[in-house]
């Protein structure tokens, strides 16, 4: 036994708003969600001042990384909350910057 429903004009369109309301608010928080904050943190706002042609060898807590710019080091700062400092050490195997 089937049994069918026939919707009136105003209630599929109730219906078709409903859902398009749905997909949109559903779009929105995908992208909200997806798309990285902007920090106010001074190391994001640093990213302005510094020098993208300065190659920094850096240290973290128990690591070290060699980064092309100081730029590149800033980014990593805001991005990932590291406390990167400038190291001169020879752990990069660079000549002193």
């Not at 001074?42 to 100081?70: L, R, W």
């Amino acid at each position: 036994m089937h049994v069918m429903f026939t919707l009136t004009g105003k209630a599929a369109t109730k219906i078709v708003l409903f859902c398009f309301l749905i997909s949109i608010v559903s779009i929105l928080f995908a992208l909200c969600v997806s798309l990285p904050l902007k920090q106010s943190s001074s190391a994001c706002m640093a990213i302005e001042t510094c020098d993208p042609f300065k190659p920094i060898c850096a240290t973290s807590i128990n690591e070290h990384q060699f980064f092309y710019s100081q730029c590149e080091m800033v980014r990593d700062i805001c991005l990932t909350g590291k406390d990167w400092k400038s190291d001169y050490l020879s752990h990069c195997n660079v000549s002193k910057l």
